[in-house]
């Protein structure tokens, strides 16, 4: 089953979105899970990933403006955008990840798209 993102929109550069990532109990419990992107004509990267334990780690381009965070009660990962600039605009996604490996089939993701 695919873990489903939603919670993308338009924003203005400055502001901010909240996206959510639904999973099974058993894939939350087992997997890192990771917020990936992909923008126009751009190959998909990893945005943010957590861990069971709760560590996270942040590629360089959102550090001090992206945090995920996970609820274990309601098996969901969140991350919040803040700061939000034109680039950050493209499709994010959020995946099962072993090591640098995604082992979950992608599903739509949402658009986050930020305006200028």
């Known amino acids: 089953v695919q873990l489903q993102a939603s919670g993308g929109g338009l924003v203005q550069a400055g502001g901010f979105l909240r996206l959510s990532c639904a999973a099974s109990?058993?894939?939350?419990?087992?997997?890192?899970i990771g917020w990936y992107r992909q923008a126009p004509g751009k190959q998909r990267e990893l945005v943010a990933s957590?861990?069971?334990?709760?560590?996270?780690n942040y590629a360089d381009s959102v550090e001090g403006r992206f945090t995920i965070s996970r609820d274990n009660a309601k098996n969901t990962v969140t991350l919040q955008m803040n700061s939000l600039k034109p680039e950050d605009t493209a499709v994010y996604y959020c995946?099962?990840?072993?090591?640098?490996?995604?082992?979950?089939?992608w599903g739509q993701g949402t658009l986050v798209t930020v305006s200028s």
């Open positions: 957590i861990t069971i334990g709760g560590s996270t």
């Open positions: 995946n099962k990840k072993q090591g640098p490996t995604v082992v979950g089939k």
């Open positions: 109990r058993s894939t939350f419990r087992t997997y890192v």
